[in-house]
């Protein structure tokens, strides 16, 4: 297996520093950057190509989530997934966030393990969308977005099977591909399929983008 590639965007280069150290103990994550804002995010995320950037909202300059969009909209970092690192002041950033493309997100709080696992989680194309306090934020802010930033709209979901709107549903209510498996009696890996085709289709960059699509869409409601 090939070692994940992260670059740290954080002003605070205490926090980095930290992060670091525990990123590079483990053997399958390696640390390639740092940057103190999101201006110099976008730059060496642009220069490195980092399987992630685990990025902070609040920085001086270019913010989070400015560096956020800039990265999920180029097109030569589509292999770049952007982790959130929140204290959860502002959840209208988080949903935001999530509206520009990143594929979810952790508070600054967070165990060394559970970091270590949200980094591993969205390399492997997934988002962090799973925990019931997440999934009530997704449906707060995201439900009833501005209607210039719908990724689909209603009438754009047409170009799914029965089966994968069915699909897209659950993995917007938070179940993972074996939680779907189970429900419906198939493999994992024939679920797997089905997100991935409805991923390619509404060209969705991710799960998390995918979600998102599914609450604006009106596909999954509140």
């Not at 150290?21 to 976008?42: F, K, M, N, Q, Y």
């Amino acid at each position: 297996m090939s070692t994940i590639r992260v670059l740290l965007a954080d002003d605070q280069a205490l926090l980095r520093a930290t992060f670091r150290v525990l990123i590079d103990s483990t053997s399958d994550i390696s640390v390639i950057g740092e940057a103190a804002d999101g201006g110099e995010a976008v730059e060496q995320a642009r220069a490195d190509r980092p399987d992630v950037v685990v990025m902070d909202i609040r920085m001086p300059g270019t913010d989070g989530l400015t560096a956020t969009a800039a990265i999920c909209a180029d097109p030569d970092l589509a292999g770049t997934r952007v982790l959130i690192l929140t204290t959860f002041e502002n959840d209208e950033h988080v949903a935001r966030a999530l509206r520009a493309g990143a594929s979810g997100f952790l508070g600054k709080d967070v165990t060394a393990d559970v970091l270590l696992d949200g980094i591993r989680t969205v390399a492997a194309g997934d988002s962090l969308l799973s925990p019931l306090a997440t999934r009530a934020l997704v449906t707060r802010f995201l439900a009833t977005p501005e209607p210039e930033a719908r990724l689909v709209h209603p009438e754009g979901l047409t170009v799914l099977t029965d089966r994968e709107r069915e699909m897209t549903a659950l993995a917007a209510l938070g179940k993972s591909n074996a939680e779907i498996a189970d429900e419906l009696f198939l493999s994992p890996l024939t679920v797997r399929s089905h997100i991935q085709r409805a991923m390619t289709k509404l060209h969705a960059r991710d799960r998390a983008q995918l979600v998102v699509i599914a609450y604006q869409s009106g596909l999954v409601r509140t």
